[in-house]
Nanobody
Framework: QVQLVESGGGSVQGGGSLRLSCTAS????????MAWLRQSSGKAREMVAA???????TLADSLRDRFTVSKDNAKNTLYLQMNSLKPEDTAMYYC???????????????????WGQGTQVTVSS
């Protein structure tokens, strides 16, 4: 059974940092586009970052100076390091994957076929 499980969310004050993890079971990162997305209350789900099968990472323009993405293929785990967090970063953060299609941060969020359950990040001012 394919499963993506996110962890690492929580509540933090503005300016703080969090590292989210996404661990896959029954699934391998190899040959798949992996991505982080987020959804704030009342807003559409949006792309945060994508990492393609060659390890190329793209991040949303507004986030690339604060967020970084990495993965550990041996652990089948994807990471999202978030620094200098702002209240507007408050959202449910999701990990997603798909074996087809373009793999960059401009990809349509709904096009991913496999999703985790999400982890909540709350940033207070």
């Amino acid at each position: 059974q394919v499963q993506l499980v996110e962890s690492g969310g929580g509540s933090v004050q503005g300016g703080g940092s969090l590292r989210l993890s996404c661990t896959a079971s029954g699934y391998t990162f190899t040959g798949n586009c992996m991505a982080w997305l987020r959804q704030s209350s009342g807003k559409a789900r949006e792309m945060v970052a994508a990492i393609d099968t060659d390890g190329r990472i793209t991040l949303a323009d507004s986030l690339r100076d604060r967020f970084t993405v990495s993965k550990d293929n041996a652990k089948n785990t994807l990471y999202l390091q978030m620094n200098s967090l702002k209240p507007e970063d408050t959202a449910m953060y999701y990990c997603a994957a798909d074996s087809r299609g373009v793999c960059n941060y401009r990809r349509e969020p709904k096009s991913f076929g496999v999703w985790g359950q999400g982890t909540q990040v709350t940033v207070s001012s």
